[in-house]
């Protein structure tokens, strides 16, 4: 008969030390990113990028702080954290992530670009600004705009015009218009080239509020306008436009609260 090995003091205390020390190991997480080994953030703003795991204990770093603050901050919508962004001028930097817990370390390069509204159409009847086309009004001299169509989880670009804000002031009435300049072909649509660009006057009338504080926050466009609409206690960021001496009407969120929100790498400067 074979007998079975004595469970002694001394092999309980190494399978004690085994189970504790391995629990320990096992719950320290590799560290990594959500973005990749570069980004981009929008100037005078807050922007924020997941951890997709990690272990909660971070030292941040940057290289040049006159052109950006970092720093981790916990938040809802990321459950290892994010690091939040503040960028103070346009420029490039690299910002030094670590990882107390299991010191691992990434870098990542951090360009600070202009700020920009994006503006996603989720209604339209116009044969360009179609529905899943989403719009960027950039906040620099030339006013560029960029036009995107989502397809799938791709933005692909279309075409850069311009924009301008302008208000009329007609028999004791002020009414907000956004002026789009954009070029199409026969049948209306976008082409690759912005030759022949033609400008389009939109009315903004009836937009809500939250639309008309980004407008202050972003371009300094301030019309003092009441909003027309009615709003619920939460308002929600709703741009609405009519072409002028059409019937063509658009409608969509501004913001940032979606990947689609943020314009693609390597368009701005």
Not at 12 to 41: A, P, Y
Not at 244 to 256: A, F, P, Q
Request: aromatic letters at 12%.
């Amino acid at each position: 008969m074979i007998k079975s090995p004595q469970f002694t003091f001394k092999t309980f205390l190494m399978v004690l030390v085994t189970l504790l020390f391995g629990c320990k190991k096992e719950e320290k997480r590799t560290f990594d990113f959500i973005f990749t080994s570069s980004i981009e953030s929008r100037l005078n703003m807050n922007e924020y990028f997941p951890i997709t795991v990690g272990n909660g204990d971070y030292t941040i770093k940057v290289k040049d702080e006159t052109i950006l603050d970092a720093y981790f901050t916990n938040t809802a919508n990321a459950h290892f954290g994010a690091i939040r962004i503040q960028g103070k001028k346009k420029g490039e930097t690299t910002v030094t992530i670590t990882d107390n817990v299991i010191q691992s370390t990434r870098e990542v390069q951090v360009k600070i670009t202009d700020s920009y509204l994006p503006f996603a159409i989720s209604k339209s009847n116009h044969p360009t600004l179609t529905k899943a086309m989403h719009i960027f009004l950039v906040n620099n001299t030339k006013k560029d705009a960029y036009f995107f169509l989502q397809k799938g989880n791709d933005l692909n670009f279309k075409q850069k015009g311009t924009f301008e804000f302008i208000a009329e002031l007609k028999e004791g009435v002020k009414t907000p218009f956004l002026l789009l300049t954009y070029s199409t072909d026969e049948k209306g649509q976008l082409t690759a080239s912005s030759d022949k660009a033609v400008t389009h006057k939109f009315d903004l009338t009836g937009s809500d509020r939250q639309v008309y504080n980004a407008l202050v926050s972003i371009f300094g466009v301030n019309w003092e306008l009441t909003p027309t609409t009615k709003t619920s206690p939460i308002d929600i960021p709703y741009l609405n436009m009519k072409e002028v001496g059409t019937d063509l009407r658009v409608s969509g969120l501004i913001g940032g609260t979606s990947p689609f929100d943020y314009i693609p790498p390597g368009y701005l400067d």
